[in-house]
């Protein structure tokens, strides 16, 4: 018998009927287990993190995906769907901190790592219902009883199985780099969680005088960050450009000919003398600033091929402790690394004038020092792109300092041509947006000086300098002295076990850093499995991943920590 229509429509009483007859009559697991006999369509959920509530964006790509799935469904296939949380790394850090009222490393060192990691767990899950609500309500089917958890110890296991296989294939180094670094978070970033924070800011460009070393003129020089002026130990011409030695205003100044014709098109200047760039190499200055005294010859040009001719003046300062180029320079030129500024953002004591201070809330007190002082030839008020921490919003700095890292860029043409398989929609995003991302792409800053995170698996004996990276808790049991029935692959467990070294039986030490939480997300197609552990039937049967779908911004986070993963 047919019912009669409600004369009043109301939805929400319609929905949970809805959900009510779903869950009761298992409505999801019967589509799933009706079809397992057919051929597979394979499905990787992108975890949410749990200790944040769900907001209209996940709405969106949880139904985008339901769409899919269920078409694929109707279409005959199996399409298995398992829930997954990621549960790692400083999303889930800082809001523990903001809990407890922490505002630094040494706060969360202070009141205990292990109690704090504690702290960290509890909070992993603290909106999971909120998420399985909201997952009900927008009729989005996936499994959510057993869903994969990043902080369990089997995943942790097959990551640490995924890290060897780098390691074994001289992959994972320790390097001396320049890596963008939050000084709130006390980390470094990789570069892909950095293309995730640029914003459009308005910050002072100046125009800096630098006296010629026994003569009576100046180099003109450009910068964006005058904080960093504080670590100069060079300056830098591109070899094959034409610079003038010009009068202006009663000075004798030298820049690249095509700037000046760009600074001064509308300004009277007198030309004394023109010359290539390679000519300056080696003509020696004044130091502005000096609060340490260098290790090696400073103060002196250089000859670089990434001076551009684009804006500044064709000189550009160089500062090894606060960029990746001047670094790699400084290289080439055996130049000092002058580094005057703290892991937490703020110029160190030998920095008189400014010492404690934040480095980029020194910038207005460092131009007028050097207006004061006569070596500020103009400012200009400049808008650009610049990165800031994905997670807390500080502005990244970039230091010089030591880091675990993945060869990545060993395996660009193999990822380039691994992306050229992948039906990407829209289509454009291919070659453009993580195309482009790709064709650059830097080795992976995978470790982290964190705490709440998937430990790096690397000891190093204090003996002979020995250095393990260990890729299965087996592995590890052999080689420790104490290792428990029960046990949590964390911080501080990790720390406390004793290993002895495999070559002269010394005690080992651990690598202090966890992992970038990314690798953790990225190792999801495998790792869910305690692949190669068990189920290695199931992981063939999973592997390739034929549908993902995430928004944009995972281009450059999660899809790409997927593709360099697995290739």
Partial sequence: MIKPVPSEYKPNEMEKKIIKFWRENKIFEKSVEQRKDKKPYVFLEGPPTANGLPHPGHVLTRIMKDVVLRYKTMDGYHVPRRAGWDTHGLPVEIEVEKKLGLESKQDIEKYGVEKFNEECRRSTFKYEQAWIDMTERVGFWIDMKNPYITLKNEYIESVWWSLKQAWEKKLLYKGYKVVPYCPRCGTVLSAHEVAQGYKKVKEPSIFVKFKIKNENAYFLAWTTTPWTLI??????????????????????????????????????????????????????????????????????????????????????????????????????????????????????????????????????????????????????????????????????????????????????????????????????????????????????????????GTPLPIWKCNNCGETICIGSIEELKKLSENFPENYDLHKPFIDNLKLKCPKCNSNMKREKDVIDCWYDSGSAFFAQWHYPFENQQKFKKNYPVDFICEALDQTRGWFYSLLAIST
């Fill in 231 to 452: 670590s100069n130990v060079a300056l830098a011409v591109h070899p094959d450009e034409y610079y003038v030695k010009i009068k202006y205003e009663g000075e004798t100044l030298i820049l690249a000919e095509e700037r000046a014709y760009h600074l001064l098109k509308d300004s009277d200047y007198e030309l004394l003398d023109r010359f290539k760039g390679k000519e300056l190499e080696y003509k020696e200055y004044e130091p502005i600033f000096s609060f340490v005294k260098p290790d090696k010859k400073a103060w002196y040009v250089i000859c670089a091929d990434f001076v551009t001719m684009d804006e500044g003046t064709g000189i550009v300062h160089i500062a090894p402790a606060f960029g990746e180029e001047d670094y790699e320079a400084g290289r080439e030129y055996d130049l000092p690394v002058v580094q005057l500024a703290r892991k937490n953002g703020t110029f160190k004591d030998e920095v008189e004038p400014w010492a404690n201070m934040f480095v980029k809330d020194a910038d207005p007190k460092i131009i007028k020092y050097l207006q004061e002082k006569g070596f500020l030839a103009g400012e200009r008020e400049y808008t650009h792109e610049y990165p800031f921490c994905w997670r807390c919003d500080s502005p990244l700095l970039y230091y010089a300092m030591e880091s675990w890292f993945i060869a990545m860029s060993k395996l660009k043409e193999k990822l380039v041509e691994n992306n050229n398989n992948i039906n990407w929609y829209p289509e454009y995003i291919k070659h453009g947006r993580f195309g482009d991302f790709i064709r650059d792409v830097k080795d992976w800053a995978l470790s982290r000086d964190r705490y709440w």
